[in-house]
């Protein structure tokens, strides 16, 4: 960049006029850096130099700080560094040279040097010109956005998780439902019956034929069920078609056009940290997104309808809160992997440890209410004490000692096989205690859970060995396993 004079049209030539002290910098500066690029970018035979565009600048200013002319090659000069998302041109050049990437960022800079110089050419006062903080527009990388100053009111744009996020749950909340029990309660000065809301919950669309699944502890009692969903200001009256209390698995139906279910996933291949999303009616606030990951795998939990335990329950951290149950439970992908249930924590609100039933333990129960109408499940025949009434009966001795056989119900496969119940002699109180099972074929039995939970594994019909303490002695008895079925009106 050199000075030089300027000839009017008239023929006669000015005095050589000042060029700006700052412009003079600023381009000298620019044009060495574009020498180091052309360098690099020369060093390399899959690109071509560096192209600017810009053979030479000239500057005039007279005395009276105006700009007088510039050349004409200046005028329509024009920096061109190509815009790329990485160090790689987008001219699909395979090489990754090391000059073309060191170049880039070179190239920038030069670009921005020489605007520079020419605004500090034009400008009336130098001492006016102020340069924004561009180091993001400079050096650009795919990790991070581009910092600049948002105007007021402009949308933020979502980045791919939160897109994703947003997409999973416009996709699966018109499938879950909100749920009101209503039970009649009757007033205490008149004998006038209402129907009052007395508890909300969440479920979920199980098919395409207007099925429902839920917690039973939901549906308990209730005389009436409330069903709504988001974006339909109709409420739908649900019929419970059937339920399992051991497992709390509840199953409505819905006469509900256009129903969308809710895609299956698989709870057995779970891995502890993946991503899980939680939606539901928390206190009330309907079709909320809650999210956090796989905490713990095969957890126990036990029904809170009957005592009973629940196997292979899912763990999460995601924010559970009473209306929460019955909701899904999804995978990153949307897929249903679990039932939301139960939490732990002292206060009732959400501290973190949420429990959702494995979607391959609902799958077995729902399909058996929607085609059968019943649920069945293997059982002994047996009335069994309570745990802790051994050791109160024999001392400590009877510590996770078995369970104690308090009664035989005639004909089923308990006092088929021979099984001893409890005997308490009604005029002098003395109690002949029954046997206690301490094993259940392989598995060693030390309170109920240990025996329901070998229950839950075996299948109506099965030849099992009950290996039981009678008075002091170990005897090995064998029970044909009976059925108990629930059924319920079609």
């Known amino acids: 960049l050199r000075p030089t004079s300027h000839r009017y049209a008239h023929g006669t030539r000015t005095p050589r006029s000042k060029t700006h002290p700052m412009a003079l910098f600023v381009s000298s500066?620019?044009?060495?850096?574009?020498?180091?690029?052309?360098?690099?970018?020369?060093?390399s035979p899959a690109r071509p130099p560096l192209g600017t565009g810009v053979d030479e600048i000239r500057i005039f200013r007279d005395g009276g700080n105006n700009l007088t002319q510039l050349s004409r090659r200046a005028t329509r000069a024009r920096v061109t560094i190509p815009r790329a998302s990485s160090?790689?041109?987008?001219?699909?050049?395979?090489?990754?040279?090391?000059?073309?990437?060191?170049?880039?960022?070179?190239?920038?800079?030069?670009?921005?040097?020489?605007?520079?110089?020419?605004?500090?050419?034009?400008?009336?006062?130098?001492?006016?010109?102020?340069?924004?903080?561009a180091?993001?527009?400079?050096?650009?990388?795919?990790?991070?956005?581009?910092?600049?100053?948002?105007?007021?009111?402009v949308p933020t744009k979502l980045d791919s998780e939160e897109t994703d996020n947003v997409r999973l749950f416009r996709d699966a909340t018109p499938s879950v439902a909100f749920i009101t029990n209503k039970q009649r309660i009757q007033s205490r000065y008149s004998l006038d019956a209402t129907e009052v809301p007395v508890g909300a919950g969440t479920g979920f669309v199980w098919d395409d034929e207007g099925h429902v699944v839920t917690n039973?502890?939901?549906?308990?009692?209730?005389?009436?069920?409330?069903?709504?969903?988001?974006?339909?200001?109709?409420?739908?009256?649900?019929?419970?078609?059937?339920?399992?209390?051991?497992k709390d698995v509840a199953v409505l139906r819905v006469d509900k056009p256009d129903t969308r279910p809710i895609p299956l996933g698989k709870s057995s291949t779970l891995l502890v940290g993946q991503k899980v999303f939680a939606i539901g009616n928390p206190f009330g606030l309907d079709h909320t997104l809650t999210t956090g990951i796989v905490s713990g795998l095969g957890r126990e939990l036990p029904s809170g309808n009957t005592g009973r335990p629940i196997l292979g329950v899912i763990q999460t951290d995601a924010a559970i809160n009473p209306g929460n149950s019955g909701g899904p439970l999804l995978d990153s992908r949307g897929r249903l992997i679990g039932v939301n249930t139960a939490i732990f924590s002292p206060s009732g609100a959400s501290a973190g440890?949420?429990?959702?039933?494995?979607?391959?333990?609902?799958?077995?129960?729902?399909?058996?209410?929607?085609?059968?109408?019943?649920?069945?499940?293997p059982v002994l025949g047996l009335v069994l004490a309570p745990d802790g009434a051994l050791q109160q009966l024999i001392g400590e001795n009877g510590r996770n000692a078995g369970v104690l056989v308090l009664g035989v119900p005639e004909g089923g496969p308990a006092a088929r096989a021979g099984i001893v119940g409890t005997i308490r002699d009604t005029v002098r109180g003395d109690i002949t205690l029954g046997d206690i099972i301490t094993r259940f074929n392989d598995e060693e039995v030390k309170n109920s859970s240990d025996l329901y939970r070998a229950l839950d594994m075996a299948q109506v019909g099965q030849d099992v060995k009950l290996t039981v303490r009678r008075g002091g002695a170990l005897v090995t008895v064998d029970v044909k396993l009976g059925e108990k079925v629930t059924k319920f009106d079609a």
């Open 353 to 377: 440890v949420g429990f959702a039933l494995p979607v391959d333990n609902v799958k077995g129960i729902v399909e058996q209410i929607i085609q059968f109408g019943r649920v069945t499940r």
């Open 87 to 133: 160090l790689r041109d987008r001219d699909r050049c395979a090489a990754d040279d090391e000059a073309s990437a060191s170049s880039y960022p070179v190239r920038k800079i030069t670009a921005a040097l020489l605007s520079a110089s020419l605004l500090v050419a034009t400008a009336p006062d130098a001492s006016a010109i102020s340069f924004p903080i």
């Open 216 to 246: 039973f502890h939901v549906v308990k009692g209730a005389n009436q069920l409330a069903v709504t969903f988001q974006g339909d200001p109709k409420t739908y009256e649900a019929k419970l078609l059937g339920y399992d209390e051991d």
């Open 29 to 43: 500066v620019a044009w060495s850096l574009a020498r180091v690029a052309d360098r690099r970018a020369t060093a």
């Open 135 to 153: 180091t993001e527009s400079l050096f650009p990388t795919e990790a991070s956005p581009v910092l600049m100053n948002i105007p007021d009111g």
